[in-house]
């Protein structure tokens, strides 16, 4: 793969308007080259000063990002350049917006946006149908790593769907940002044992 | 700690029986201890919290004594962030979005007894963490309205030096860990805050309204309702009615609030670490309203309250 390319494709990448195939291309090339690794690191510390984004620069997204496409299917890739109709920039764009907006979300953000219809089991559920959860006791490093990164729930998508498809109005999406910290913000008041309400208060500063 | 003036054997022997005496505290006594090691411990020590989107390390100052529980924390990254509380309540605050300085009287006393109706209890075993042996309490929910959490208590002192909390697939949403703490009195300086600490503003009485319309059709069983009060959230909004919820662990909060011109909204599930909000559209007498559910319980059990309003509009009213 020669340089400028992959460059252009981080690039992309970065700036959330990679389509699938670049983004696969830039993970596989990742995969193998430290040089192109580190400078995606760099480009995330960039856009974190300049985004004022409270970011880890220590964190290696690829591995993520993989997980989440790694269950998708397989693009399909056009036989030759010139059989590409112009319909294929349409999905090549639809792609483009669905792979940007599942990863800015989960990872710069935090909140995820679940479709109402896709809610898992909806409000049918009653304590019938639960199963009484098991506590975390055979590899809770390994599974609080992957899910707190922000990506296992893309990898069982069939289960929960993580749904970019229809972004909440700006007025909503505020009102959900205050709504999250008064209630954050009104537990840590409690006298509580715990300092966790605190905690969850505290994580939510400087959004 | 056992006094006693033993030979090697002796205490060998004293070993002997105080192990199985440690593991014959039930776990609702345990629970006991750690609310009872919250107003009685002097300590000080670092702890992170990490749930999905972030990851934060704070330094915490708390002191117990005959005037009560003062406790400084000081977050260790980003922008310094830095509350000072007393008996709970916030006396200055770094950053602060709350105007109002709202608490949300539900019940927060952590009564192990009641608990004990609503989560099964159990002593899981012992492990290490802050380099200190800690119990592990598991609290798994006897019904599907509320979350699992592991409590790790410190064997000395009872108090809580990590918890997760776990949801019905068995996902991690949230992880609470001491790295390290040290039991002993605090001086006034170590409490004094810095000049970034910012004195809350006195805040007008809240009012009290009849919200009898807002009331859910249904809530989960446990939940006690604490005073709804109708304010603005921030300068220049609508006014907003708020109600917190808690079965003594777990809390949720109502909002309702009219949908003015430029309000749009949709039917809505947004999902922050172990927190949900779950918005729904009601129509009163031609008028709408946007009602949101936020707290620590699962999305499905935020769905069922939603749906229960009385209002709801046609679409969702199923």
Redesign the interface.
């Known amino acids: 793969m020669r340089s400028e390319v992959l460059q252009e494709s981080l690039s992309a990448l970065m700036d959330n308007e990679a389509d699938e195939l670049e983004v696969r291309r830039v993970l596989q090339a990742a995969e193998q080259d430290p040089a192109l690794r580190s400078t995606w690191s760099r480009y995330q510390v960039a856009r974190a000063v300049m985004h004022k984004e ?1 970011w ?1 620069g220590a964190v290696d997204l690829s591995a993520g990002i993989a997980a989440a496409l790694r269950d998708e299917p397989e693009l399909q890739m056009a036989p030759a350049p010139a059989d590409v109709k112009p319909v294929s920039t349409i999905w090549r764009n639809l792609g483009r917006v669905a792979v940007a907006a599942s990863v800015t979300l ?11 219809g896709d ?5 049918q ?3 019938g ?9 055979a590899n ?1 490093a390994a ?2 790593g992957a ?4 990506y ?2 893309a990898g069982n998508a069939g ?1 929960e769907p993580l749904a970019p498809a ?1 972004a ?2 700006a ?2 999406e505020q ?2 940002g ?23 208060a ?5 959004r | 700690m056992v006094g006693c003036r033993c030979s090697l054997s002796g205490l060998t022997l004293a070993a002997l029986l105080i192990s199985p005496l440690v593991q014959a505290r039930d776990a609702g006594q345990w629970l006991q201890g ?2 009872d ?3 009685q411990q002097s300590y000080s020590g670092s ?1 992170f ?8 390390t ?1 330094h ?1 100052w708390h002191r117990a004594d005959g005037d009560g ?1 003062t406790e400084r ?1 000081l ?1 260790a990254d ?2 310094p ?1 830095e ?1 000072v ?1 007393r ?4 006396q200055c605050a770094s ?4 105007v109002s ?4 009287e539900a019940p ?1 006393t ?1 009564n192990p007894a009641q608990l004990q109706r609503w989560y099964a209890l159990e002593v ?1 075993g012992t492990t290490r963490v802050a380099d200190r042996p800690v119990t592990v309490i ?1 609290m ?2 006897r ?3 509320r ?2 959490y ?1 409590l790790y208590l410190d064997d000395q002192t009872g108090m ?1 030096l990590k ?2 909390l ?11 860990q001491f790295t390290d703490v040290q039991f002993a009195e605090l001086t006034d300086e170590q409490l004094e805050p810095g000049a970034s600490c910012l004195t809350l503003a006195e805040h007008p009485l809240e009012k009290r309204v009849d919200t009898s319309g807002w009331v859910p059709g249904w809530i989960p069983p446990g939940f006690v309702a604490g005073e709804p009060v109708v304010r603005t ?2 300068v220049n909004e609508p006014q907003v009615m ?1 109600q ?1 919820f808690s079965d003594g662990l777990a ?3 109502l ?1 309702v ?1 009219p949908l003015g011109d ?14 949900v ?1 779950v ?1 729904r559209r009601l129509q009163v007498e031609g008028v709408g309203y ?1 009602a ?1 559910i ?2 620590e319980i699962p ?2 059990t935020a ?2 309250i ?2 229960s309003f009385p209002f709801a509009t046609a679409e969702m009213a199923q």
Not at chain 1, 178 to 200: D, F, G, K, T, V
């Open positions: 409270p880890q989960a990872v710069l953000v935090g909140v995820r946006m679940v479709n109402q809610a898992p089991g909806g409000a559920m009653t304590a149908t639960m199963t009484a959860p098991s506590m975390l006791q809770p599974r609080s899910v707190l990164a922000g296992s729930q289960a229809q909440p109005s007025w909503h009102r959900i205050r709504y999250l910290r008064e209630h954050a913000e009104s537990s840590a008041q409690m006298a509580s044992p715990q300092l966790i309400p605190y905690a969850r505290a994580s939510m500063e400087g | 750690m609310v090691a919250s107003g702890f919290y990490e749930r999905s989107g972030s990851f934060s704070h915490i529980v924390m977050r980003g922008e962030q509350w509380r008996d709970g309540q916030i950053s602060f979005a709350a300085g709202w608490r949300g927060a952590l899981l598991a798994k929910p019904d599907a309205f979350y699992a592991e809580l918890s997760l776990i949801n019905e697939r068995n996902v991690l949403l949230e992880r609470f959230l921030a708020s917190a809390r949720f909060t909002f609030e430029g309000a749009l909204a949709e039917d809505l599930l947004a999902q922050l670490g172990p927190t909000a918005s946007l949101t936020v707290g999305p499905a769905e069922r939603a749906a």
